[in-house]
């Protein structure tokens, strides 16, 4: 029974087709080679037909790729045109309008800034040059103590005068002298004392009149209700007093040893006052002063036979505001002056003189006439902003009549992004302006 079952499952196997095979019995009179071949349905293959089989698998496998390559030319042409308006914007490169000018013009200054019209500040900066030199012949001498006080008026909000020689008595009992005639401020606005500075020296010859700082009272006011409200404290030492032999300078070499240091100190506060010049503001170089009495020279003796040579000045220097400055000279030079905001980029290099120098009193002066020479160049500023705004969202076609608008432009140059932009871009971010200033 099994062996049935076996031979009946061997006999359900599906059996393999047999292949069919064909054979061609070649004449002997017609060789093989050469011959179309038949295919299993016996039509003939010819070479003809194969390579029409051919050129068109060739031309199924360019079309693929035509696609691809016109695809991607349209997405590089759709990037660039996306990165156009990502990056898009306007820039806007300005000449501004210049004008130089000849000037040779005589003006006026008023030492307050709150006042309408041209100004000035007054810098002020003392100080000392000593140097030793050898002595000559011995002599009897006498030198008279020196140093520099501040005086105060307390008194009243009016100034006070004091004449040269006013006798102003230490706080050592010893009596000194001013060296000039001053005006004491009164007290200021906000309540207090007007003050001044003045170079004093002893009334005698000597030594003892030599000190560290000392307090003093106007003797003249003795007895009078100023007496208690002018007083006066020294800067510093009083010193250079003598009386005695000592070796002696020759009135020649005197010159010539003051004259050295005077150029030493204006050299040192000149260069002291040029730092401290604020922001905005210029200092000519023939605007600065300084300011020596022959009294503040001193020789004072030495125990080894030499001599310490010593000059105290105050410099004086004018300080301008140089937009104030460069408004006044646009005002009176330059005809049909619009009132345009103008800047001088050579300004210090003009001359600067003083009338009547010799006759100032520096330490009380409250206006001044002088006059400049040079060649400004006089420069436009353009107001950046406002062109901006003017021009924002703006038509290409309008550009030329907005800058007609604007008298401080002389030309400008528009680059849009993209190119075939027709208006400005509607943000201020996206607007660039160069304005090339002269340097």
């Given amino acids: 029974m099994v062996r049935n079952l076996l031979q ?82 306007a820039k806007v490169t300005v000449v501004p309008k210049i004008k130089e000018i000849s000037l040779n013009e005589n003006l006026s200054a008023i030492k307050d800034s709150s006042v309408p019209g041209l100004s000035f500040d007054l810098a002020v900066i003392s100080g000392e040059e000593n140097k030793i030199i050898q002595g000559g012949e011995e002599k009897d001498v006498s030198i008279k103590a020196v140093g520099i006080v501040l005086i105060y008026n307390s008194y009243s909000s009016s100034s006070q005068a004091l004449d040269i020689d006013t006798r102003l008595e230490g706080s050592n009992g ?38 560290s700082p000392l307090d003093f009272e106007i003797f003249g006011f003795k007895g009078t209700p100023k007496y208690s409200k002018f007083y006066a404290r020294s800067k510093g030492e009083i010193a250079g007093g003598f009386k005695g032999k000592s070796s002696v300078v020759s009135s020649l070499d005197k010159v010539n040893v003051v004259s050295e240091l005077k150029a030493a100190l204006e050299a040192k506060l000149s260069k002291k006052i040029a730092d401290q010049i604020p922001s905005g503001f210029v200092l000519f170089k023939n605007a600065i002063f300084l300011d020596i009495d022959d009294k503040n020279a001193t020789f004072t003796p030495n125990k080894d036979g030499t001599l310490l040579a010593n000059i105290k000045g105050t410099l004086y220097g004018f300080l301008f505001n140089e937009k104030k400055l460069a408004t006044k000279i646009a005002q009176d030079i330059i005809d049909k002056y619009d009132g345009s905001e103008v800047y001088i980029p050579n300004i210090r290099d003009l001359a600067f003189f003083l009338s009547d120098k010799e006759t100032i009193s520096f330490a009380d002066i409250k206006n001044i006439n002088f006059s400049l020479s040079g060649t400004p160049q006089i420069v436009w500023k353009v107001d950046e902003e406002k062109f901006i705004a003017d021009i924002l969202n703006k038509k290409k076609t309008d550009f030329n009549l907005i800058l007609a608008q604007y008298p401080s432009i002389d030309t400008a140059q528009l680059v849009l992004r993209p190119f075939w932009k027709s208006s400005f871009p509607d943000k201020s971010s996206s607007i660039k302006v160069i304005v090339n200033y002269p340097k």
């Fill in 8 to 89: 009946d499952m061997v006999k359900i196997k599906t059996s393999k087709p047999t292949p069919i095979t064909v054979r061609i019995k070649a004449s002997s009179s017609t060789p093989i080679t050469g011959r179309p071949a038949r295919n299993a349905f016996g039509t003939t293959d010819t070479g003809g037909e194969k390579e029409k089989i051919s050129d068109s698998i060739k031309r199924t496998d360019k079309r693929p790729r035509y696609r691809i390559y016109f695809v991607a030319l349209i997405s590089v042409v759709f990037l660039l045109f996306a990165l156009s308006f990502l990056f898009s914007g």
């Fill in 174 to 211: 010893k009596i000194y002298k001013t060296n000039k005639r001053i005006t004491v401020p009164g007290i200021t606005k906000d309540g207090k004392p007007g003050s001044v500075a003045v170079n004093i020296y002893a009334a005698e010859a000597g030594e003892e009149y030599n000190s």
